[in-house]
């Protein structure tokens, strides 16, 4: 059985900013920097710091290395700050590209998954 933890926003989350609750995942080894747990419960703002976009996937990203990573190798989640090559991110099981990749406005109850498919030989 696996752990699972809760995390919320470190903006804080009022009425005037409503949260989005979010379940993410990660594993094929992605859940070694991110406390050895495969699953996360989080809150996040339903809209970014500048209170003038909708919270999108690129907001989650960084904001899972700077609040949930607690390992220091971020260049084996990011490269250039978008999600590395070789990590699969399903939004809702389908694949982010189809969705609009980092452009993705979260929604309530959005299942957000990366899977590494790395390998060391």
Same mark, same amino acid.
């Given at each position: @059985? ?16 409503? =949260?989005?609750? !979010?379940?993410?995942?990660?594993? &094929? #080894? !992605?859940?070694? *920097? ?11 703002? =339903?809209?970014?710091?500048? /209170? ?7 907001? !989650? ?5 700077? $609040?949930? @990573?607690? +390992?220091?190798?971020?260049? @084996? ?8 090559? #070789?990590? *699969?991110? !399903?939004? $809702?099981?389908? +694949?982010?590209?189809?969705? &609009?990749?980092? #452009?993705?406005? *979260?929604?309530? &109850?959005? =299942?957000?998954?990366?899977? =590494?498919? *790395?390998? /060391? /030989?």
């Amino acid at each position: @059985m696996t752990a699972a933890s809760t995390a919320t926003a470190a903006p804080a989350v009022s009425a005037e900013r409503p =949260s989005i609750p !979010l379940c993410v995942e990660f594993t &094929g #080894g !992605l859940e070694l *920097l991110f406390s050895k747990t495969r699953q996360h419960r989080i809150l996040l703002p =339903s809209v970014d710091p500048s /209170g003038q976009q909708p919270t999108t996937i690129a907001y !989650l990203i960084h904001w899972l290395c700077n $609040n949930l @990573m607690t +390992d220091d190798r971020r260049e @084996m989640f990011i490269l250039d700050d978008c999600v590395r090559p #070789g990590i *699969l991110v !399903l939004i $809702n099981d389908a +694949d982010w590209e189809l969705e &609009g990749e980092e #452009g993705y406005e *979260l929604r309530e &109850g959005d =299942s957000i998954v990366f899977v =590494s498919t *790395l390998h /060391g /030989g």
